[in-house]
């Protein structure tokens, strides 16, 4: 039954913001059509603002769930136009806070012990109230502030509900406009279902903040809270209370006495630390969640709260980005098309030529600019729509990383306009290339991969000669062997095999300028078959 008020309160919203009028622009089938004509509402409901506009305000009147929903497709930039996604941007949750005794009484159930037992004081306003959760600041027996983070009641079978609901809307608007097909609906609520499940989990986001925390233990760059394990649970959070300044707070900032250019600098440095260094980033850096800290105002530094949402790369995806950020700036738009194919975000069948065409045709306008004005998040985002005219399929860790680009990109450029992004980011990925060719790096990546490698060495030999029989048997008639009566030759397996192994080693390594790699390898890998070959005709 609430499913079904809920669905009428929808398309109350949808007549009252007149977004029927967006979908008479499709073609949508005849009867409905006709359906979206005669419906009354069309004389008795003015039309107020633009279309984005009205998407905004309608997403803010059906909750916060919607609410999340906006704020995650705002992101999605390579799906929507400029005007939608800037309105879907300056979405916020303006929650009402729930009441201050079912806050004690949530915590009491989750931590089996009562608030006076738990906490020193604990202050029944809340510093501040979202869709999915609240927070209290608070103090430890043991003379800790902290902040406690509590789960709002009964939001789970609200997400749950709307969930449905958004479902059976894209199903709808699938079958009866096929112009909107492309946005992949379906594949947009899966992702928001499982971001915003992962919110409702604590102990989750309480892990990625302990997992930040040790990845900048040495670093001076950014602050994490400390986590009170023994009072946090999938319900309540329980961390250490920050006081800092806004990151968006020149004013504050600049009274204390911090450069806004050395503060720039080292949020972009941050951001590229996680995703390069640590395959783990903050995936929410916007203001709310990021400060500064004011006791520190000749070596800045930020403090970052709220990790529910975080983002990781394989070490594939780090080594294909960055390539494809050095390719950009050195303008070889070939090499860019051919790492989007090998990596398998386009199809094999791609026709390359036409790719790099398409990538010149975006690319080239934003070189007219000087180089600290070119916004790294406008390049990957120009490099997604143009991928998806090819079909690219959407990646959500890509997704998780334009969007932490375009929100540190923003503070950055907000903080000191003349920020050169590329002049911070170049030294970080060259430094990340360089430890992927290392010894030490190389050895490492051999160590863990032996125990596959190694329960295929037997094989190897037999397989190689195989494939080269195969290969060689129109010219094996013609050839006579003479070479019954040589030795045996007990090394030579062992060093074409060594030398296959060692090409194989050397091949995957991403370097940024070393041409000689690819050359290298292929030696190493026909001199060891040769050998191979040899041995195995004795």
Known sequence: MKAIFRGFSIVRVIIRYRLDLPLLGYALPLPVRLIFWCMPWRLLV?????????????????????????????????????DLAEQLATLLDNVPPFDSQQSKRLIEQALKQSVGQAFAEFDDEPLASASVAQVHSARLVSGESVVVKIIRPGIRLTIERDLRLMRLLAKVINAAVADLRR????????????????????????????????????????????????????????????YGLRVNDIAAIEKAGISRQELAKRGVEIFFTQVFRDSFFHADMHPGNIFVNPTLPHDPQYMAVDFGIVGSLTQEDQAYLARILLAFFKRDYRQIAQLHVDCGWLPADTKVHEFEGAIRGVSEPIFSKPLAEISFAQVLLGLFQTARRFNMQVQP?????????????????????????????????????KRQMSPKQVYRQLKQEWPDLAQQLPYLPSLVHDALLQSARPLAASVALKDAQKPKGHWSGLIGLSLVIGAAVVHPIPLADQVWVAPASMVLTLVGILVLWNRGNR
């Open 397 to 433: 860790q890509l997704v998780l990383l334009q969007k932490t680009m375009l929100n540190i990109e923003g503070l950055g450029r907000e903080l000191y306009p003349q920020l050169n992004l590329w002049e911070t980011a170049q030294p970080i990925l060259e430094q990340w290339f």
């Open 183 to 242: 946005l992949r609906l379906q594949d947009v609520i899966d992702e928001y279902e499982k971001t915003i499940l992962d919110e409702l989990d604590l102990q989750c986001e309480a892990g990625n903040a302990s997992q930040l925390r040790r990845n900048f233990e040495n670093s001076n760059l950014l602050y994490i809270p400390k986590i009170y394990w023994q009072l946090s649970n999938p319900s309540v959070l329980v961390q250490e209370r920050i």
């Open 46 to 82: 003015p039309v107020r603002g633009t279309v984005s506009q009205r998407i905004r305000l309608a997403l803010i009147d059906l909750g916060p769930v919607f609410v999340k929903l906006g704020q995650l497709l705002s992101t999605r930039r390579d799906m929507l136009d400029d």
